[in-house]
């Protein structure tokens, strides 16, 4: 079963909502039991959001990685390589944090 609350969104997994929510100290009273087919889609979806913010999590580690070689500026070409993956990375990065809002707003998430 899984309960969402109703002040903040948090969801629960368990046979019954926790007394009070983790996230905002709603009562257990807040907390709304999803249907069948609105737990499925969170639990189905749950490995790709995984997936999206883990690509996140790579492509800020890419704009670091290629702010350190704009900033040696050693050689145009490689400063333009840097300065090419630092946008990509952007990009990119974007694309998983559009497909993630996509997902919360079908309740996927």
Same mark, same amino acid.
């Given at each position: ?27 257990k009273e807040? %907390?709304?039991?999803?249907?069948? $087919? ?6 189905? !979806? ?5 997936? &999206? =913010? ?27 390589? %840097?300065?090419?993956?630092?946008? $990509? ?6 694309? !998983? ?5 996509? &997902? =919360? ?5």
């Open positions: 079963m899984l309960w969402k609350c109703s002040v903040c969104g948090f969801m629960h997994e368990g046979s019954d909502a926790p007394e009070t929510c983790p996230k905002c100290g709603a009562p807040k %907390f709304e039991l999803m249907s069948e $087919e609105d737990a499925m889609k969170v639990f189905t !979806s749950d490995p790709t959001n995984d997936i &999206h =913010m883990e690509i996140i999590k790579l492509t800020m580690k890419i704009k670091d990685l290629a702010k350190e070689g704009i900033a040696l500026n050693l050689d145009p070409n490689c400063v333009a390589v %840097f300065q090419q993956a630092h946008h $990509e990375a952007w990009v990119i990065k974007q694309r !998983s944090k559009a497909e993630l809002a996509g &997902h =919360m707003s079908k309740g996927k998430w």
